[in-house]
C-alpha cells in the first residue's frame, strides 16, 4: 500500500525558510514521480515542484522558482522541498503526492497523481 507522510510545516516569519519532508512507504522512489502540491483555503490545488523517478529532471512552479529546491534521499525513501524567501502568499497546507512513471525523466506540476499524503500546513506570517 502507497503511503505518503509529509512533515515540516510550521509558521514562519516572511523571508523566511522551511524544509518539508515527504517519507514514502509501500514503494521506492526509482518507480514513482513525486509531486508538491499546496492549497490555499478558498483556492484550487496548485503544483509547486516534483522530481522524476529517474531524480534527474525537476520542475517548479514559475510563481516560486528561484525559491525551491526539491531533492529525494534514495536510502530514506524520502523527498525533501527546501523553500526559501517565504512570503505570506506562500501560507497553504503543501501536499506530496506518488505517481508511477517507472525510470523517467519526466514529471508533471499537474495534479492528476494516484497517492496523496494528508498534507502539512505551512503559515507565513509576522
Known amino acids: 500500500q502507497l503511503q505518503l507522510v509529509e512533515s515540516g510545516g510550521g509558521l514562519v516569519q516572511p523571508g523566511g525558510s522551511l524544509e518539508l519532508s515527504c517519507a514514502v512507504s509501500?514503494?521506492?522512489?526509482?518507480?514513482?514521480?513525486i509531486g508538491w502540491f499546496r492549497q490555499a483555503p478558498g483556492k484550487e490545488r496548485e503544483g509547486v515542484s516534483c522530481?522524476?523517478?529517474?531524480?534527474?529532471?525537476?520542475n517548479y512552479a514559475d510563481s516560486m522558482k528561484g525559491r525551491l529546491t526539491i531533492f529525494r534521499d534514495g536510502l530514506k525513501n524520502t523527498v525533501f522541498l527546501q523553500m526559501n524567501s517565504l512570503k505570506p502568499e506562500d501560507t497553504a497546507v503543501y501536499y506530496c503526492a506518488a505517481e508511477r512513471n517507472p525510470h523517467s525523466n519526466n514529471c508533471a506540476l499537474r495534479p492528476h497523481y494516484a497517492a496523496w499524503g494528508q498534507g502539512t500546513q505551512v503559515t507565513v506570517s509576522s
Open positions: 509501500g514503494f521506492t522512489l526509482d518507480y514513482y514521480a
Open positions: 522530481i522524476s523517478s529517474s531524480g534527474r529532471t525537476t
